[in-house]
């Protein structure tokens, strides 16, 4: 049954993410330590958009027990592959509200909510697919308003605590907290900082909503020193991507 070829290509490959793995749990655990944390109130979101299955088999033999996708088709079709995994999966991308019914089914928490018509869609989908409350955090745009926008997506800063109650009002979803991206090229340091402040002022309404996903492979140390409670990284762990996502 077994091919000897992919055998050894998958050996080959795991030593490789076990060894880049092992180096960014080190990291991760010496910047939350820097800011006076414990590493285990940081949580690693590996970041395993346009790799294969095979791939996140390997990471949740090493202990990884979350992943992030950004494309709903893709993610759908990932998880029916790895289904028995003991993994939580994370939807980091911008979602369609035609699209939220491909991911309810399978995804444990969607950093990316950042409209009010996603929060109707994504609600109503919750509720049609009978599972239990999604969580939720409000994705809030970081660009500077001078910077060129790279539309990744966000509310603005100052609509944000208005969409988080929109979410926290519903049935289907549950308020988790806030999400961000910073801005390519500059320093990231103020953007982290802005989405701290945001993440307060709505914690002031929703103690529990107390996630702050932010950083990823190029800047999550920065991200740690503003409060990132988890972290997305890619590249960092599985490599450069061979084509854009
Ligand atoms: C791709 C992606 C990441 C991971 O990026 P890397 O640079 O590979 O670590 C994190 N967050 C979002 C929203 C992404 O789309």
């Known amino acids: 049954m077994s091919d000897p070829v992919s055998e050894v290509a998958i050996g080959q490959r795991r030593l490789e993410l076990a ?3 092992a180096a960014v749990r080190q990291s991760i ?16 979101v590996v970041v ?20 992030g996708e950004n494309r709903a088709q893709e993610a759908a079709a990932k998880h029916s592959k790895c289904s028995e995994l003991p993994l939580r999966w994370h ?8 699209k939220c019914h491909l991911v309810v089914d399978f995804v444990d928490l969607v950093h990316s909510v950042d409209r009010s018509s996603l929060v109707t869609a994504l609600d109503r989908s919750v509720l ?8 939720a955090l409000v994705q809030v745009n970081l660009d500077a308003p001078s910077s060129v926008s790279v539309e990744r997506g966000g509310v603005a800063p100052a609509q944000a605590l208005a969409l ?11 308020l988790g907290g806030v999400m961000g991206v910073a801005p390519l090229g500059v320093d990231p340091q103020p953007a982290f900082e802005q989405l701290r402040e945001v993440s307060e002022a709505i914690l002031d309404e929703y103690p529990s909503a107390t996630i702050v996903s932010a950083g990823m492979s190029g800047d999550y140390v ?12 890619g590249a960092a762990v599985l490599g450069r991507r061979a084509y854009l996502e």
């Open 48 to 67: 395993t958009k346009t790799w294969p299955p095979t791939d996140v088999r390997i990471l949740a033999d090493l202990g990884v027990g979350d992943v």
């Open 91 to 98: 939807f980091i991308g911008q979602l369609q509200t035609n």
């Open 19 to 21: 060894t880049r793995l």
């Open 222 to 233: 920065a991200a740690i020193n503003a409060g990132a409670t988890h972290v997305r990284m």
């Open 128 to 135: 049609q697919a009978r599972r239990e409350p999604l969580m």
């Open 164 to 174: 988080a109650a929109q979410i926290a009002s519903t049935g289907g979803l549950i």
């Open 29 to 44: 655990a010496d910047a939350a330590t820097a800011t006076g944390r414990k590493p285990s109130d940081i949580t690693l």
